[in-house]
């Protein structure tokens, strides 16, 4: 992602016209390979609009993304059905992912059909080999969607976004639907996928805690900006930007040490997306603004620093 910003149009209605809104603004970060990158924030942040522009269901108006260093809208023909199979998504909820008439089989062949893979026989083994792998048993192919638990279906959507064999996976809230045992088992999955098989993983999620739990960098947006961007180590100790440490304040996290006093918690409302605060984004419900923070947006930090902070104040002081 370089400097990447896309917009959409916001609501019209009787008395005001459709107005842009920015959901994404030149956001930049690297994804290395073999990472687990968690992308964190409030709903709003652009958490999905990143997805959906890694996906290539929306393009981005300025900057560029690139994979294996050529721009994703640059892809064609063979090397586009190539981009198709590389990158693949989980989203939140399974029972959307899945077609409730098809049984598990049928869905599970669906992306060796899409791209002509295999004889029969062939994807049957295929099929066999990926159920083993996100541990599902063979007995769940000739059942139907509404006959499996919400894990079980996730597993299955797991399976089918790993069939073409991808090197890039974009999990969407994916565990956000299911319940705390069975979200430790989902996360367990992906991460020993990730051992297994070499994925570079983008997770993305409100929930900070189980990002720093998961994620090797996070990446935490707020109104489509970029906040900052650094390692789990300095995340897990609080982080170094008012809205992460905000976050962090916010969530109810089982140890009391993590706890950052109270004047830290978040305050107010996020602003409307179609009315962003001058200046820094956050100055509105930062515990810290000053003056400057209404006036002065913070300019970006290098590309290469491994922690970047878009703060006036803690910008350049952290490691
Ligand atoms: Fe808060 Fe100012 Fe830093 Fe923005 S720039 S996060 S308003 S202190
Ligand atoms: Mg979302």
Redesign the pocket.
């Known amino acids: 992602f370089d400097q990447v910003s896309v917009s959409y149009a916001g609501k019209s209605s009787l008395f005001r016209p459709a107005r842009k809104v920015r959901a994404v603004n030149a956001v930049s970060f690297q994804l290395k390979q073999g990472e687990v990158l968690g992308i964190v924030g409030e709903s709003g942040s652009g958490k999905s609009t990143m997805a959906k522009l890694a996906m290539r269901m929306l393009k981005p108006e300025q900057g560029e993304i690139r994979y294996r260093g050529k721009a994703l809208a640059d892809y064609r023909g063979r090397d586009e059905n190539c981009l198709r199979k590389e990158i693949q998504m989980v989203f939140q909820d399974p029972n959307a992912s899945l077609n409730p008439r098809l049984t598990i089989e049928q869905s599970l062949r669906e992306p060796f059909y899409l791209h002509d893979l295999g004889s029969s026989i062939e994807q049957h083994e295929e099929i066999t080999r990926l159920l083993k792998l996100v541990g599902l048993p063979v007995s769940v192919l000739h059942r139907y969607p509404h006959e499996l638990s919400g894990g079980q279906k996730q597993r299955v959507v797991i399976a089918r976004a790993l069939a073409l064999q991808p090197k890039v996976l974009i999990a969407d809230e994916a565990v956000a639907a299911l319940d705390a045992s069975v979200k430790a088992q989902i996360i367990n999955l992906l991460l020993s996928l990730r051992e297994q098989l070499g994925l570079t993983i983008i997770f993305i999620s409100h929930d900070l805690p189980l990002v720093q739990i998961m994620c090797d960098r996070v990446l935490v947006l707020y109104l489509g900006q970029k906040?900052e961007l650094a390692s789990r180590a300095a995340i897990a100790s609080g982080g170094a930007?008012?809205?992460t440490r905000a976050l962090w304040a916010s969530s109810p996290v089982a140890d009391p040490s993590r706890r950052l006093q109270r004047e830290q918690l978040l305050q107010g409302e996020i602003p409307s997306p179609l009315a962003p605060p001058s200046?820094?984004?956050?100055?509105t419900r930062?515990?810290?603004?000053?003056a400057?923070?209404r006036e002065k947006p913070?300019s970006p930090p290098a590309q290469s620093d491994a922690h970047q902070v878009?703060?006036?104040?803690?910008q350049g002081n952290s490691v």
């Open positions: 906040m930007h008012p809205y200046g820094c984004v956050f100055h930062c515990p810290q603004a000053a400057i923070c913070v878009i703060c006036h104040f803690t």
